[in-house]
């Protein structure tokens, strides 16, 4: 099965440093999207510590930069747009470049849609490491430019070799997101509610252009065979039945490259050192990783990630599996419905909720809020189906009754996408390192996106199919022993303020040291 993100796809210190945020993009949403990569502004805690008392809010809020957060999200909408565009139509396009029987369709497929995100990760720290050396910008307008050629070509690939090389070049020069969060930490400044509000129109974004992309692949593949009124004896478009789908989004990417190039302002500022001064902006990756609390958010991370990408991939298949085999049963229609529901309420939590909550009690506070509630929230999925596995009509009107209440107050779990790219920003070192970290951070994050849908598809069929197991509810064992190893990891987050206070004290030793 492949990945629904949504499904799936990232704050630091009081000065004019910027925050950067990772998801993911893919931020993989939670819940109802289609295969595939969200963070959350808050207020303006100097610490963001679940501890209330920590928070000082600073003197004072510069203007929200809607201009240049609009431009930044309009340039996000091209990366989840690609990669999800092709979903509609990759089975076929496999099966008639490749001569492929039934049975190998799926394999193919599969391949070429997760090497997009395997590619991806290798390549975004080169990506992050390249936007803090030679800026912001320069960097946003190749890589969206190599995005748009990437997928113009893919429609006119006649074989799965040309597919595959295609698809990996997409990959390639997907380093956007990275860029984007970046850029979007440097508009707004350190933990500001503009960065909280930022965060969230980025989180809108990406989950538009992922309902976006399978949306322009499905109308404008074979467009002959679809629309032979307009496009009957256009022998080009016979040839290459899905170009027209790839030339529209490259050539919509291609007037995205151009605006992003005339009116996004570069937000690099060279002469900033950050709070370790001139030796942070010669630190390695290594070095980077081994800077305090770096390791630990970036785990966690990581975790999130995980269960993000695993618990979509799972949800449409177990809503429609039938309910004596441990599912809901649904058809195609109410499953849509189901997930649009869900997918308003996640907006909701993370337009509405997340800013003044994170506010109150801080990005690790939201974190452990979502921690906690993640164990209890994958166990609803078998509790609401063991009472419809009763068939007891006043039982089954219970499910109904409660069942979209539950999971769109369960959606709430969503915060912790955006909460952990904040997370992300504030143990960055410097503004130098924030590109590299945050690329580091969405490294990871495709790493999960790449196998972790595939994975856990497999491992819901064979606990279908295990039914002496738990009666086939073995898999949802599995999902809420590691939410609750969230739950645990929640808790050695650090304290970001303290690790600023320590930079700044180290600083100030140093800088005395020279005098000296």
């Known amino acids: 099965m492949r990945s629904l993100s949504s499904s799936a796809s990232s704050s630091q210190s009081s000065t004019p440093i910027a925050?950067?945020?990772?998801?993911?993009?893919?931020?993989?949403?939670?819940?109802?999207?289609?295969?595939?990569?969200?963070?959350?502004?808050?207020?303006?805690?100097?610490?963001?510590?679940?501890?209330?008392?920590?928070?000082?809010?600073?003197a004072e809020e510069p203007p929200f930069p809607t201009h240049q957060i609009l431009l930044l999200c309009l340039a996000r909408l091209l990366e989840p747009i690609a990669f999800f565009s092709i979903f509609p139509y990759i089975n076929k396009m496999a099966q008639e470049n490749g001569y492929l029987p039934d049975t190998d369709v799926g394999f193919y497929s599969g391949l070429i849609e997760s090497l997009f995100s395997l590619t991806q990760m290798f390549v975004m720290i080169f990506w992050g490491?390249?936007?803090?050396?030679?800026?912001?910008?320069?960097?946003?307008?190749?890589?969206?430019?190599?995005?748009?050629?990437?997928?113009?070509?893919?429609?006119a690939a006649k074989t799965i070799a040309e597919m595959i090389v295609y698809r990996c070049a997409a990959g390639v020069f997907a380093g956007n997101v990275?860029?984007?969060?970046?850029?979007?930490?440097?508009?707004?400044?350190?933990?500001?509610?503009?960065?909280?509000?930022?965060?969230?129109?980025?989180?809108?974004?990406?989950?538009l252009g992922i309902s976006i992309g399978p949306l322009l692949g499905g109308v404008l593949a074979e467009p002959v065979r679809q629309y032979p009124g307009l496009f009957k004896g256009w022998k080009?478009?016979?040839?290459?039945?899905?170009?027209?789908?790839?030339?529209?989004?490259?050539?919509?990417?291609?007037?995205?490259?151009?605006?992003?190039?005339?009116w996004v302002e570069e937000t690099l500022d060279r002469g900033k050192e950050g709070g370790d001064g001139r030796k942070v902006e010669r630190m390695t990756v290594w070095e980077l990783m081994k800077s305090p609390g770096v390791t630990i958010v970036l785990v966690v991370n990581g975790w999130i990630m995980l269960l993000a990408y695993s618990y979509t991939a799972i949800l449409p298949v177990f809503w429609f599996t039938k309910v004596e085999l441990g599912g809901f049963g649904f058809s195609p229609v109410q499953i849509s419905w189901l997930m649009g529901l869900t997918g308003l309420s996640q907006a909701v939590w993370m337009l509405a909720i997340f800013p003044p909550l994170?506010?109150?009690?801080?990005?690790?506070?939201?974190?452990r809020v979502c921690a906690k509630a993640y164990p209890f929230f994958f166990a609803l999925g078998p509790a609401f189906s063991m009472l419809l596995r009763t068939g007891k009509p006043g039982l089954v009107t219970v499910f109904w009754v409660l069942a979209p209440v539950?999971?769109?107050?369960?959606?709430?779990?969503?915060?912790?996408?955006?909460?952990?790219?904040?997370a992300v920003s504030d143990v960055a070192p410097s503004t130098r390192t924030l590109?590299?970290?945050?690329?580091?951070?969405?490294?990871?994050?495709?790493?999960?996106?790449?196998?972790?849908?595939?994975?856990?598809?497999?491992?819901?069929?064979?606990?279908?199919?295990?039914q002496w197991l738990l009666e086939g509810y073995s898999i949802w064992v599995l999902m809420v022993a590691i939410a609750f190893g969230f739950?645990?990891?929640?808790?050695?987050?650090?304290?970001?303020?303290?690790?600023?206070?320590?930079?700044?004290?180290?600083?100030?030793?140093?800088t005395q040291r020279l005098l000296d």
């Open 19 to 58: 925050k950067p945020s990772p998801a993911t993009e893919q931020t993989p949403l939670l819940l109802p999207t289609t295969r595939g990569d969200a963070t959350f502004p808050g207020s303006l805690p100097p610490t963001i510590n679940s501890s209330p008392s920590h928070d000082a809010p600073p």
């Open 129 to 155: 490491r390249a936007s803090d050396r030679l800026g912001r910008k320069p960097v946003l307008v190749v890589s969206i430019v190599g995005v748009s050629l990437a997928t113009m070509l893919f429609g």
């Open 178 to 207: 990275v860029t984007i969060r970046t850029m979007i930490s440097e508009q707004c400044g350190q933990r500001s509610k503009n960065q909280a509000k930022a965060f969230s129109w980025f989180s809108i974004a990406n989950n």
């Open 236 to 262: 080009w478009l016979e040839r290459y039945p899905y170009v027209l789908s790839s030339l529209v989004i490259g050539g919509l990417g291609l007037v995205c490259a151009v605006v992003v190039g005339v």
């Open 358 to 367: 994170q506010a109150r009690i801080g990005t690790n506070g939201v974190m």
């Open 406 to 422: 539950f999971f769109c107050l369960g959606s709430g779990v969503s915060m912790s996408f955006t909460a952990i790219q904040l």
């Open 435 to 466: 590109g590299t970290l945050t690329s580091i951070s969405q490294a990871v994050v495709s790493g999960m996106r790449s196998f972790s849908p595939a994975t856990f598809a497999s491992l819901f069929a064979l606990s279908v199919k295990a």
């Open 487 to 510: 739950t645990v990891l929640s808790f050695r987050l650090p304290d970001y303020e303290q690790l600023k206070k320590e930079r700044e004290s180290r600083s100030e030793e140093e």
